[in-house]
Every structure is written in C-alpha cells, then in structure tokens.
C-alpha cells in the first residue's frame, strides 16, 4: 500500500491543529500561579459547559423552543435529574436516564 504524502501531511497538520490547543495552556499554566479569582472562575467552566450542552439539547428541537408536552427528552431529565442529585451515583444515573428515554419514547410512539 503506497502512502500518498498530501493525505499524510493533512492528517499531520490536523494532529497538530488538534494537540497544540490542548497542550501549550496546560504547560503555561502549569508554571504559574493563578491569583484566587482565576482559579474560582475556572472552577465554574464545566458546569458551565454541561449545562449549555444538556440546556440545549433539551430544550430545543431543530433550532426551535421544543413544546413542553412532548418533549420525551426533557421528561426523561427530570428523573435522571433527581436520581443524580439523590444518588450521586454516574452508573445509576446513566441507568435511569437510559431506562426512562427508552419508555418515554415508547409510550409516545403508540399513542
């Protein structure tokens, strides 16, 4: 099998693309010492991204506000909601929430 050097170059410069982002931060600010407020500030970035991520994804249904009466999804994040925050369990949350998804959108498929 011949290796056609544009196609190994493109995959290359997308590995490098993807890594230096991710890796010049991390050893920048490995070797500084973040003042209080930064380090509060950074504590709230994943949250933040999660709920954005699961904000919009119940929420909404092809770029529109998604009716509340049938949207299976943000049903089914009710009792996952309540098992995570009664639990604290990752398996079990995953659990219910794959278990009510999978009834909720049965039911409604039949009705």
Same mark, same amino acid.
């Given at each position: 099998?011949?290796?056609?050097?544009?196609?190994?170059?493109?995959?290359?410069?997308?590995?490098?693309?993807?890594?230096?982002?991710?890796?010049?931060?991390?050893?920048? #600010?490995?070797?500084?010492?973040?003042?209080?407020?930064?380090?509060?500030?950074?504590?709230?970035?994943?949250?933040?991204?999660?709920?954005?991520?699961?904000?919009?994804?119940?929420? #909404?249904?092809?770029?529109?506000?998604?009716?509340? #009466?049938?949207?299976?999804?943000?049903?089914?994040?009710?009792?996952?909601?309540?098992?995570?925050?009664?639990?604290?369990?990752?398996?079990?949350?995953?659990?219910?929430?794959?278990?009510?998804?999978?009834? #909720?959108?049965?039911?409604?498929?039949?009705?």
């Amino acid at each position: 099998m011949e290796v056609r050097w544009d196609v190994f170059l493109i995959i290359a410069g997308c590995a490098l693309v993807t890594f230096l982002p991710r890796v010049l931060p991390l050893m920048v #600010l490995s070797r500084m010492q973040l003042p209080e407020w930064g380090v509060r500030w950074l504590h709230y970035v994943p949250i933040s991204v999660m709920a954005a991520l699961v904000g919009q994804e119940l929420f #909404l249904h092809e770029g529109k506000l998604a009716p509340l #009466l049938t949207n299976v999804e943000l049903m089914a994040a009710i009792p996952t909601f309540l098992v995570a925050i009664w639990t604290r369990s990752l398996l079990g949350t995953v659990v219910v929430g794959m278990a009510s998804i999978m009834v #909720l959108r049965y039911l409604f498929s039949i009705l």
